[in-house]
């Protein structure tokens, strides 16, 4: 089933045929590292998305055609209220190995497509569930954002410079380092298990689990003494001299994260430092003080002249790239870490594997874009797929 859309896909997933339940941020995400890998990912949208993109020249039809992480799917418009619509997705769910979705709990199981009725008709099936909170808990039917769950977890408390409010790291740690890559971990051990024991199972991913997983090595810091709840006092958290972004002469701004005793002294050889004060490196309370010093140091010369400057060495700084400017770089672009697809720059598929290549096969699919082919996978016949396309049980 569904070995045409395999075709032309690479990557160590290929054959694997993963069900998508259209959400939001980190579950799209998830499935968009699935598909990367070579899964053939199914994204169920719902029927009304259908209909208000259908103009290619609306506004979300631009939007959905920029919408990276739907890149590398398939897509069927389905009415997840209707009797027929849900007979569908089970028709779906008996032929994938895994489904995922990001509804609040018990959602799923209400619309009739929850992980007990998935597992009865396909039991070896991973049903993956991507939440904020969990699916237990007391605040489990909260809603919430990814600012909410790395603050809960205790990491956000931990960002940001001395003296001023914490600042939230974009989405990157709760919706997308704890919440989508743990989903994508876990559904990967269970379809592992799956393999070997024949037997499926839930997948509870929460993002402020996988947030708090993500800062073990700081709470272990924590544990010996090494960090202290003082933000931006710490090796990590702008407290170092030797850990911190400064400012260029022309405005601009180097990374400089040169930790090591041999790679400091290198940062100091060839920024051509001779302040008897920076050889005490770990005495936490010159920090302040040194931090002052290279201030100074660094707006005396452009970004691109401390990039000639330090480059090719151990010293550990290198300059601060927009987004804008990061595919334009000679090691990324060497290295293709950003590809342009149909007009769109995004990074590209990773990792890297020695025996198959991750490719980005199609762009952003369109809800929907894919019904009549997915359905004729399934064995619908034409009257059969007209008659629920009459009925808008799929679009």
Same mark, same amino acid.
Request: hydrophobic share 40%.
């Given at each position: 089933?569904?070995?045409?859309? @395999? ?10 045929? =993963?069900?998508? /339940?259209?959400? *939001? ?25 259908? @209909? ?21 799917? +398939?897509? *069927?418009?389905?009415?997840?209220? @209707? ?63 990814? *600012? ?69 090595? /700081? ?23 030797? +850990? ?26 060839? $920024? ?7 050889? @005490? ?27 000639? =400057? ?39 598929? $990773? ?8 490719? /980005? ?12 082919? *997915?359905?004729?996978?399934?064995? +619908?016949?034409?009257?059969? /797929? ?6 808008? $049980?799929?679009?």
């Amino acid at each position: 089933m569904f070995e045409k859309m @395999s075709k032309g896909k690479s990557g160590p997933l290929v054959g694997y045929k =993963i069900l998508e /339940i259209a959400g *939001i941020g980190p579950g799209p995400f998830a499935s968009m590292i699935l598909a990367d890998l070579g899964a053939t990912v199914i994204r169920v949208d719902k029927a009304s998305s259908v @209909s208000q993109r259908s103009l290619d020249n609306s506004t979300s039809a631009n939007f959905a055609k920029t919408d990276i992480l739907n890149r590398n799917k +398939y897509s *069927i418009g389905v009415d997840l209220k @209707s009797e027929e619509g849900v007979t569908v997705v089970m028709d779906l769910v008996k032929n994938s190995d895994a489904l995922l979705e990001g509804f609040r709990p018990n959602v799923t199981e209400k619309l009739g497509i929850g992980p007990e009725s998935c597992l009865k008709v396909n039991p070896k099936l991973v049903y993956g569930r991507m939440t904020g909170w969990g699916q237990v808990g007391p605040m489990s039917q909260c809603a919430g954002h990814d *600012i909410n769950y790395i603050a809960l977890s205790g990491v956000l408390s931990a960002i940001g410079r001395k003296g001023e409010p914490p600042v939230p790291p974009l989405n990157l740690v709760g919706d997308f380092g704890g919440g989508g890559m743990f989903l994508v971990v876990g559904m990967l051990a269970a379809l592992l298990e799956a393999q070997r024991t024949g037997v499926g199972q839930i997948v509870d991913a929460a993002m402020v689990d996988g947030s708090a997983v993500l800062s073990a090595m /700081i709470y272990g810091f924590y544990a010996t003494g090494l960090w202290t709840e003082n933000k931006g006092e710490n090796l990590l958290d702008t407290g170092a001299h030797f +850990y911190e972004v400064y400012e260029t002469k022309d405005n601009k701004f180097m990374s400089v994260g040169c930790i090591e005793p041999q790679f400091y002294a290198e940062f100091l050889k060839l $920024a051509q430092i001779e302040d008897p004060d920076f050889k @005490s490196q770990w005495d936490r309370t010159k920090w302040p003080e040194l931090k002052e010093k290279l201030k100074i140091v660094f707006k005396e010369k452009t970004r691109q002249e401390w990039t000639e =400057i330090f480059a090719g060495s151990d010293a550990c700084t290198v300059p601060v790239l927009t987004m804008q400017e990061a595919h334009l770089n000679e090691h990324n672009s060497m290295r293709a870490t950003f590809v342009e697809k149909d007009g769109v720059l995004q990074p590209s598929p $990773a990792p890297r594997f020695s025996n198959s290549e991750l490719k /980005i096969t199609s762009s952003p699919v369109m809800p929907g874009a894919n019904t009549t082919e *997915i359905l004729g996978e399934l064995g +619908y016949k034409e009257n059969k /797929i007209k008659d629920l396309m009459e009925s808008g $049980a799929v679009k």
